[in-house]
């Protein structure tokens, strides 16, 4: 069976654990290095990136993790998981750190005062039915490297009116990662895109093969 690790550390981990036995695979709550023994893929929950940064440390898991991300174990990030998979990271504390295996710019707690948390209905690539997204002190994606897939993105307005289109769902390589929270819709699509056919699989690959599913 596949085994999926959840980090199980802070935040609403026991959803994407639900998430995974939905799809029915054996989730594994991450909170030791030994609970990364064996599985293929690990998902990095939401909550607070600031939190998950110290308890990340003290718990011993943060080289472990940085070297399976590194050797290509395929993760999912939601939200505050997203900033820690993230290359750079603004608005964060002085002692905020993060994995830097995915290549984009993120802006902690991005969407602004008024619009802290909302939901939207988004079109993500390769799926047929709009996804629920539920964003709740959502970081902004501020910069996607040339390698990165933007799978879906929502408007953005600027206090003077302008508009501009941020991703919210990327993939790349063996990571998927999104601003939001897809696991408090109960929508296991992006649990599915990043796990159930990316083992050893490019995600350009795995939108493919969904368009073909579902034409
Ligand atoms: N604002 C949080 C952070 O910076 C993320 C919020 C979330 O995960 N819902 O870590």
Redesign the pocket.
């Given at each position: 069976t596949v085994r999926i690790g959840v980090l199980a550390l802070q935040?609403d981990f026991s959803e994407h654990l639900a998430m995974v036995a939905e799809l029915g695979w054996h989730g594994v709550p991450v909170k030791e290095a030994a609970d990364l023994v064996g599985l293929d893929g690990l998902v990095l929950p939401?909550?607070?990136?600031?939190t998950?940064c110290l308890l990340l440390e003290a718990s011993g898991l943060r080289c472990p993790i940085t070297e399976e991300l590194r050797d290509g174990l395929p993760a999912l990030g939601?939200?505050?998981?997203l900033?820690m998979l993230s290359r750079t990271v603004i608005g964060?504390r002085e002692d905020q750190w993060s994995f830097g295996v995915l290549d984009v710019a993120v802006r902690?707690?991005g969407f602004g005062r008024q619009v802290r948390s909302f939901e939207a209905n988004l079109v993500v690539e390769g799926l047929v039915d709009v996804m629920r997204a539920v964003f709740?002190?959502?970081?902004v994606i501020t910069e996607v490297g040339d390698k990165v897939e933007v799978l879906a993105s929502v408007p953005y307005r600027f206090p003077d009116g302008t508009q501009v289109q941020v991703p919210v769902v990327v993939a790349e390589g063996s990571l998927v990662a999104s601003s939001f929270?897809p696991e408090l819709a109960g929508d296991p699509r992006l649990h599915e895109l990043a796990f159930g056919r990316s083992v050893g699989r490019s995600i350009a690959d795995i939108v493919s093969t969904l368009d073909e599913r579902e034409e």
């Amino acid at each position: 069976t596949v085994r999926i690790g959840v980090l199980a550390l802070q935040g609403d981990f026991s959803e994407h654990l639900a998430m995974v036995a939905e799809l029915g695979w054996h989730g594994v709550p991450v909170k030791e290095a030994a609970d990364l023994v064996g599985l293929d893929g690990l998902v990095l929950p939401g909550g607070e990136s600031t939190t998950q940064c110290l308890l990340l440390e003290a718990s011993g898991l943060r080289c472990p993790i940085t070297e399976e991300l590194r050797d290509g174990l395929p993760a999912l990030g939601t939200c505050a998981g997203l900033i820690m998979l993230s290359r750079t990271v603004i608005g964060g504390r002085e002692d905020q750190w993060s994995f830097g295996v995915l290549d984009v710019a993120v802006r902690r707690n991005g969407f602004g005062r008024q619009v802290r948390s909302f939901e939207a209905n988004l079109v993500v690539e390769g799926l047929v039915d709009v996804m629920r997204a539920v964003f709740i002190r959502a970081p902004v994606i501020t910069e996607v490297g040339d390698k990165v897939e933007v799978l879906a993105s929502v408007p953005y307005r600027f206090p003077d009116g302008t508009q501009v289109q941020v991703p919210v769902v990327v993939a790349e390589g063996s990571l998927v990662a999104s601003s939001f929270h897809p696991e408090l819709a109960g929508d296991p699509r992006l649990h599915e895109l990043a796990f159930g056919r990316s083992v050893g699989r490019s995600i350009a690959d795995i939108v493919s093969t969904l368009d073909e599913r579902e034409e």
